[in-house]
């Protein structure tokens, strides 16, 4: 292990914590009574002098425990909540750009606003990352008041729209928010600390490299300091997953629905094997030859044929492992993504490969054409590109090995502010599915009818829903809670603990939400005569109806109950027919079971079974790393060239230097023109006329020998200066996304292909990155062939200029789009000639940068609220 040698040598998480303890905390405590005695100005000036600080020479460290005593003074204050000495640990743990694991109820939320303050008086900004768009509306809301007192602004991003807190906003109107101002995106990014979910974040990224001018950016390169809440959910679960803006490609849809009908025809072991560890889906010989005598064919592995084999093993991915309310849902005839870790449902989202096509199919759904891409990133290198990176979480430590390797962060433990007292009992194992259903459902009556709140945590919308009606028919009333109704999730979980409640949930729905015993709205008459009652009782009851394939969802799970000192319960029901231990020895293990004659619904409990499930879970971690890390080396190649097209791509947005880099590809150009026709040494061998040739299908041929310079200065003078700059600004964009659209595709190929090497003895891995390597080469050649042989054959168009400036003018201007399909051939081309569009203008209005105002109408006369200085007819409003 990595960190084996740092454990034994260095500080264990827990060891860090103790020093911040003995060295911080002190500090802090020592300044409390200061900070009290200022008033309210006294403490907003304090902002003002730690930023002059800071322009003298001190750094962040030295102002660290006054700017947290400030921070704790400001909480108590507005919220009337001081932070915990625990909290101050946790703040300066994420302020050091590690990961703070801290239970369940200990404020985490509240922890994170003194590292966030205390860097934000840089001027450069603080991202607070969230799981999901309710958390990214409510923390700024709930840890506004704070930093508004302190003088700083506090941003929100919603999946379409942006706010800015503003504590004097309470009229809002119909879809508005309490406190929250709808704001340009821009705006939202120029805040001192900015809450949004990792999506967001990452794919404003993308979309900002896909922008068609500057003023189409809104985040700007602000990526200083970012702290991740629940980070093992959004940096190693999600990580799995790459964000990706694409497009439509022409593709038929037919195969999908003719190998959509076959594949049930298809039985395992005979036609196809399932591998039980890694679960891929292959053909037998026996299947192969069915396929081939159903789709007429000879042979389907031939050149002509190969395109098919995708459809055939997407199809059996859909009809065998792609499992209706489990894996997807379907509404309104779309097949919806349900998380498998949160069991949320992810709008939007969809499998790639022609995998999602191949469900749509399944469900007999209109079939979505297979996407070109435009942008992708991982989640681990977009997050890796901050200067500044930490999180925090309740279940860190399992994966410590994971977060070093590939992110460079450290855990700590942070103490609890109170002792834990929650009681884990050892797994109840049964030997059928059924026998356990029933040993829970009795569970949950039993404990409901004495008044203990239940909380049933489940792996999947599937089982909640079985679970649901086997409850319904017992007569046990309950909420269900998964992402079929995941809108409410925050207001069912915090009411999780009112005496007799019983939930069911999947494992991590609701996550960022406190169970409070007795129910939250603690102002309620009442209230704590039920806290004590739930308290008497032992608390919340935590049962857990299968492990999970990572330890962390179950210690998520568990952690629910026993928050902040309070008493709780957890227990875990497990049958050997449950997918973790069919993969892992449930028939041996049931094997010995029968020898007991336990019947089916009564229950074992073994530690070495259980040990056996920890260490499954452990093979799972492992294989799942494994995986996540196969990406990041892969993504790490094309990350690399990701890295010089973007860069490229801002400078010629900027205009930073568009002539000298036209004439140096000219020059280049213009010498591997010679080269190839003038190779002999001797005159009589050269082939001038060749060269005469291709140089005329660059620019014009001159009178006298000329230089790049001079034919550039030519064109410079018929255009016009400023028009130069945007006739080479359009080129160069165009050029630039659309080979690296082609290359992104390329790559995609390269990579799907690759793995086959491996049978050669070959590294997949070299090879893919050889072969990119030689790609992106070939992409910089043909750029600069592109640019070279257009510039002096075009010109611009009368509204090319506005295009230049507008994301939306470049999509309306463009006969070009990879969507457009009403003009002419003659016309496209003609277009072409004329002004150069850039692929991208098809799906960059996809992006919207003003939020809705809620209620409020807005007078035609009036001025634009996105605060161009226009009346809104004029500008946002003119095509309303």
């Known amino acids: ?50 930023r002059r600080r800071l322009s003298a020479g001190e750094t962040l460290a030295d102002l660290l425990p006054e700017a947290f005593a400030v921070g704790r003074e400001a909480a108590r204050r507005t919220l009337g909540q001081r932070h915990y000495d625990v909290q101050l640990i946790g703040g300066a743990v994420l302020n050091d750009g590690k990961i703070a694991e801290m239970k369940t109820g200990e404020g985490k939320t509240l922890v994170a606003t003194l590292p966030a303050y205390l860097n934000a008086l840089t001027g450069d900004g603080v991202h607070i990352v969230t799981v999901n768009d309710y958390l990214a509306r409510r923390d700024p809301v709930w840890m506004g008041p704070i930093f508004h007192l302190l003088g700083l602004s506090v941003g929100c991003l919603q999946h379409d729209a942006a706010y800015i807190y503003d504590p004097e906003l309470t009229n809002v109107g119909k879809g508005g928010f309490q406190f929250l101002a709808p704001a340009h995106r821009s705006e939202a990014y120029q805040a001192d600390v900015l809450y949004g979910t990792n999506n967001e974040f990452g794919f404003d990224y993308l979309r900002d490299n896909m922008a068609l001018s500057v003023d189409g950016q809104v985040q700007r390169g602000r990526r200083h300091f970012a702290i991740v809440d629940e980070v093992d959910n959004i940096l190693i679960d999600e990580a799995r997953t790459p964000l990706i803006i694409s497009g439509p490609a022409q593709q038929p849809v037919e195969h999908y629905y003719t190998f959509a009908r076959l594949a049930p025809r298809l039985q395992l072991y005979d036609d196809y094997e399932i591998d039980e560890r890694s679960q891929a889906i292959s053909l037998t010989q026996e299947g192969i030859g069915k396929m081939e005598r159903w789709t007429r064919v000879d042979n389907l592995y031939d050149t002509e044929n190969f395109h098919l084999v995708q459809y055939i093993e997407n199809a059996l991915v859909a009809q065998v492992q792609k499992v209706k309310d489990k894996d997807y849902v379907v509404q309104t005839g779309e097949v919806v993504i349900v998380d498998e870790f949160t069991g949320r449902l992810q709008s939007g989202r969809r499998w790639s490969d022609g995998l999602h096509q191949a469900v749509e199919a399944k469900e007999g759904c209109k079939i979505q054409r297979e996407s070109v891409t435009y ?83 489940t792996t999947s919308i599937e089982t909640s829903e079985e679970l649901s009606e086997r409850l319904r028919k017992r ?91 309070d008493p709780g319960s957890s227990q875990f029901f497990v049958a050997l027919e449950d997918e973790l231990m069919q993969r892992f020895g449930g028939d041996r293990i049931k094997n010995v079971m029968s020898w007991t004659g336990l019947k089916d619904d009564e229950p074992l409990e073994n530690k070495i079974i259980t040990k056996s499930i920890s260490s499954a879970q452990v093979k799972v971690e492992g294989y799942h ?152 080469a070939e992409l910089t050649r043909q750029m600069q062939r592109e640019v070279t042989h257009t510039l002096f054959h075009v010109t611009l168009s009368p509204e090319a200029p506005g295009q230049g400036n507008s994301a939306n003018g470049d999509a309306a201007g463009s006969g070009n789009g990879p969507q457009n399909n009403g003009a002419s051939r003659s016309g496209r081309r003609r277009d072409a000639l004329r002004t150069p569009v850039s692929p991208m203008a098809a799906v960059n209005g996809s992006r919207t940068v003003n939020a809705p105002r809620g209620g409020r109408k807005i007078g035609r006369n009036a001025p634009c609220p996105c605060g161009s200085g226009r009346k809104y007819k004029r500008c946002c409003g003119a095509n309303v």
């Open 625 to 776: 790393f494994d995986v996540r890390k196969h990406l990041l080396n892969f993504d790490d190649v094309l990350n690399q060239q990701r890295e010089v097209i973007y860069t490229q791509r801002s400078r010629i947005l900027a205009g930073e230097g568009l002539r000298e880099r036209l004439l140096e590809m000219l020059r280049t150009e213009f010498e591997q023109l010679t080269a190839n026709h003038l190779q002999s040494r001797h005159a009589d061998d050269w082939n001038a006329d060749g060269l005469l040739a291709s140089l005329g299908q660059i620019c014009p041929l001159p009178t006298e020998i000329d230089t790049a310079d001079k034919n550039v200065a030519a064109k410079e003078r018929d255009l016009g200066t400023e028009q130069m700059q945007t006739l080479l600004r359009l080129l160069l964009l165009k050029s630039i996304d659309t080979h690296w659209v082609n290359h992104l595709t390329n790559m995609e190929n390269l990579r799907t292909g690759v793995g086959l090497h491996a049978v050669g003895q070959r590294d997949p891995l070299a090879v893919y990155r050889s072969e990119g390597q030689r790609a992106f």
């Open 1 to 50: 292990m990595v960190s084996l040698l740092k454990r034994i040598v260095g500080d264990t998480p827990e060891r860090a914590a103790e020093k911040l303890s003995g060295q911080l905390v002190p500090q802090v405590n020592a300044l409390e009574d200061y900070m009290r005695s200022l008033d309210g100005a006294g403490l907003s000036a304090k902002t003002v002098e730690f």
């Open 475 to 565: 007569g046990v009333e309950h909420q269900v809670l998964n992402a079929r109704n995941h809108e409410h999730e925050a207001t069912i979980v915090a009411q999780a603990g009112r005496a007799g409640s019983v939930t069911v949930s999947t494992n991590m729905a609701g996550r960022g939400t406190d169970i409070v015993l007795g129910g939250s709205d603690t102002d309620r008459e009442g209230w704590q005569d039920e806290h004590q009652q739930v308290v008497n009782l032992g608390g919340l009851h935590v049962i857990g109806t299968e492990h999970h394939e990572a330890r962390r969802v179950d210690n998520q799970l568990r952690g629910r109950a026993g928050r902040q000192g």
């Open 375 to 457: 942008a992708t990133i991982t989640l681990q290198n977009y997050f890796r590109m901050y200067q500044k990176l930490s999180g925090m979480t309740g279940t860190a430590v399992t994966e410590a090995d994971e977060f070093y390797k590939i992110y460079g962060l450290e855990v700590v433990a942070v103490p609890t502010n109170l002792p834990m007292v929650r009681a884990e009992s050892t797994d109840l194992i049964f030997p059928t599915a059924e026998g356990k259903w029933r040993s829970v459902v009795e569970s949950i009556a039993t404990r409901s009818q004495s008044g203990q709140p239940v909380l049933v945590g």
